[in-house]
Structures are given as C-alpha cells and as structure tokens.
C-alpha cells in the first residue's frame, strides 16, 4: 500500500528529474536567450525557473508553519549556474525534510497566509499536490519557448522517469546478481 508520504516522496523525486532533464534543454540555449523577455508570466526562461525556486521555497516555508519568506516576484540568482545548483539543492532539501516528518503530519492540515497576507487552511496533500502541479505547469511553459528558440525538446514525463527509475533498479539487479 502507497501512503501519502510515500507519493510525495516519489513526486519529489520526480520534480528533482525533471528538473534536471529540463536543465540539459536549457544548458543548449546561450544567457542572454534564456534572458530574454519570452510573454511568460514571469518574463523569460530564466526568470520563470527562478520563480519555482522562490515559489517552492515559499510553500515550504508554510509547510513548516513559517512565513513565506519571498515576494513572487523575488530573483534569488542572476546566474543560471547558481539558479540550477539552488533548485537542485532546495529539492533535495525539501525531499529530506518530508522523508524526516512522521506518516500522520501528511494527514493533516496547516494554516498559512498567501503573499497578500490572507490566512487560509489546506490539506497538506493539497499544498504539496499543489506544489507539485506548479511545477509541472512552469516547466511545460519553459518548455514550450525554449523549444521554439531551438532547444531539444526535454521529455519530462512522470512515465519516462518511473521507466528510467525501473531500468536503473533493473541495472542495479543485474549488477548484484554478476558480482561473485
């Protein structure tokens, strides 16, 4: 049986995949394209990225009962290195810490105020399918302009990372079962 900590583990997981399958996309594409004003909600490639970061940050902030500590709208790096290394570094994080909170926490409910400061109560599966879902939903966005502006396009599928993830255990078998 799969428990709500357990789903959300391997979604993080995933998001932590896809990310990096958008990221080898993106790395094709030079800064000042990646830069550049595209009609997305928060500009360019860069800056939409950028907004996962401060928005999974925020969200996890409330999680832990803490205010959200950006603005939206807040650029945390300039540098696309950095930007990458801090969203792979955050989504670690963030996997740790759900893997450290017990079974019932993921049954619960949390209280937390948006960023105009109005208080709302959710299900935590909610915030974090919430979570979830908002990343996927940027990363198709990014998706779509850099493959017009000549990016390969990422296969970011939740099924292509549950088959890489199969063939890696499958991989990982053989490699036991041929050791002596």
Not at 65 to 82: M, N
Not at 125 to 140: E, P, Q, S
Request: net charge negative.
């Amino acid at each position: 049986m799969i428990t709500w900590k357990k789903h959300f583990l391997y979604q993080v997981d995933y998001q932590h995949w896809a990310n990096d399958v958008l990221f080898g996309s993106l790395d094709r594409l030079d800064d000042e394209t990646r830069n550049c004003v595209q009609g997305m909600f928060f500009g360019s490639i860069h800056h939409t990225l950028n907004h996962l970061l401060v928005g999974q940050l925020n969200w996890w902030a409330r999680l832990k009962g803490e205010p959200a500590p950006h603005p939206l709208d807040t650029v945390l790096h300039e540098d696309w290195r950095g930007l990458k290394q801090a969203l792979r570094q955050e989504t670690r994080a963030l996997q740790h810490w759900l893997e450290m909170q017990p079974e019932a926490w993921f049954e619960g409910s949390i209280t937390y105020h948006n960023t105009q400061k109005h208080e709302f109560t959710s299900w935590v599966r909610d915030v974090l399918t919430h979570l979830m879902t908002h990343n996927a939903h940027h990363r198709g966005q990014i998706s779509a302009v850099a493959t017009r502006l000549g990016a390969p396009v990422p296969e970011m599928d939740f099924i292509y990372y549950k088959r890489e993830m199969a063939d890696h255990l499958e991989h990982l078998q053989q490699s036991r079962a041929a050791q002596p």
